[in-house]
């Protein structure tokens, strides 16, 4: 997308125009430069980073049942 | 004692996250508007049960639906140059109606350079400084310093914009412009057809001394009402705002006061160009034909998540001077159904314009009205999916 010949879509909230513009004067990635001059609430990017967080717990634990159960598997083995 | 009616006012901020109410400021977040109406609606049900008489009993009581509508004047932002993100207090309401703040803070170029070759009367490509990306600066305001003699009349709106950076103009100049151009420091607010909703608004309403704390407030519906000011009468350019969501919390807090704002520009001694004409006219009403809705949820308190936007379906109705076949032929233009542009501007210096376009819309069939000293022609112009389909511009 570094050489898109439009404008992307404009988005929700609030935008700085001239960093848009600079990003377009300089062949930048204008959907990165648009999500990166869009200003966001602290209040939800916080809220944004704490629900990414939990998700990422949440799939640490899905994950880690899967590989305390192989020690145990092999425990069991040598025994009998 | 009764509540004065005078003894009204709105707060509002935006609301990041749904449901979690943010109290808006009773001193910097309150804004002058007019026309209130807090509209506390019970929802009910018939109780269908037999009492073992002709009796019945009265309704279930479910729960309540609240709108607030309100009229907000159409003011340039105050201060002098391009306020900081989200500032703006009626952009915020226009940000809830999905319109981006689209921020132009430092004029491009810095300093007026020269257009490029080849200028006509609809369009002029821009110079060195501007970029060749197509659509960038569709929806703004370029100053082309040989068109008009203030600073008002050397603006004009961008409808198209191509990456070889021929920018296609709303209005038919006199003469192919000459000399500089300059997109000038403005504070735009363009429509965006984005899949996301935006963030909704907490509002506070004071009614003399009981305040209304309003959380999720979406916006329900929007007008863009700019009436003519003529020698005989006058109306004033306003937001026509609906919103609807849910009551927070009530408390007996007294009513803050207001800030005076100052005159609010008329609309006269402007532009109005429509299909690439100047046309005469006594209004202009945009129609963003909002619609929300709120999903069923039983884990909520009220049995509803959040409103949210459905639908926006914009129309445009303009009560125009009727004109002969030559000048203006509005059948015509209905028959073919292609896309014209419609822009209003009017104020004078920097920081009190107001500037107001829709690039593309198609004509409905319209009808003469007889009834008066001259004869007049209303109708719609539809508005499709467009990005950038409606701007509200404040240049500096």
Known sequence: MADTPSAPPLPDGSVDFNAIHAAARQNHDLDKAVAEATFVHPDKLAAEKSAAKAAAEEAKAEREPTTETKPAAKAGSKES | MGLKANKTALALAQQPIIDTFVQPSASTEVMPVSNVNLNIQGVTVQNEEYTGSIHRNGNEVIGKNVTLSFNVYLRPPAGGAVPGANAFLPGRILQAA????NRVSTAIPAAPEAIGANPTTSAVTLGATAAATASLYKGLLVSLASIGATYAQRLTAIRSYTAGKLAT????????????YQIVPQLAYQRSISETDPDPLSQSIWLDGLRF???NMRVSGLRINLPVSTRQQGALPMLEVTMTGTIQATADEATPA???LGAVPKFRDGDLWIAGKAVGGSSLIIDLGLRTAAPPNPNKPDGSDAEELVESR??????????????FDTMALA?????????AQYGYGPGAVVSVNV????FNYRSPNIGQDHVTEAGDLFVDAFDRNVSIVFPF
Request: glycine share 2%; hydrophobic share 45%.
């Open chain 2, 213 to 215: 704390d309003l959380v």
């Open chain 2, 335 to 343: 028959d073919a159904q292609a896309q014209h542009a419609v822009w």
């Open chain 2, 169 to 180: 103009l709303m209005e038919t100049l006199a003469a192919a412009p000459t000399g500089n």
């Open chain 2, 98 to 101: 999905k319109f981006t703040e």
């Open chain 2, 258 to 260: 207001i800030p005076a």
């Open chain 2, 359 to 362: 690039p593309d819309a198609r």
């Open chain 2, 314 to 327: 914009t129309t445009i109705t303009a009560d125009l001077q009727k004109y002969r076949k030559a000048q």
